[in-house]
């Protein structure tokens, strides 16, 4: 009990141990890896990043009608482990430290060979 009682007392002289989220948000840690970037002008439709993806959140499509492949993105599927941005060949990958807005529709991102 006087442990607790101390304890109380230091409580009312300290500031809350809590962010007042969403006024204020915290800052994200420097190699966090919260969202993956893609730069479609980068890549090369290799498809290194798809066979490596643990959890298949990128496919390659073949586009026989328009000779094209097709590079998807899911980014509900992705668990942003960063093996895909580690060994693209072209930098067309890149882990970002700040994370995505939180969405309530599942978007999924195609990008097509020229
Ligand atoms: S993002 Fe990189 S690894 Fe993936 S298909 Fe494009 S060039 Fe290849
Ligand atoms: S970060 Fe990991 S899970 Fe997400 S697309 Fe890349 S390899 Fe797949």
Redesign the pocket.
Known sequence: MPFMTSNVIKNFFTGPATRPYPFVKRQPFPRARAR?LYNPARCRFCGI?AN????Q??KMQEDRENLRIERVYDSFA???????AELCPNSALRMQVDHLEPADRKAVVRSGSK
Do not use: V
Not at 78 to 84: D, K, L, P, V
């Open positions: 993956l990043c490596i993806c643990p959890t959140a990128i992705c668990i942003y482990c960063g093996r895909c």
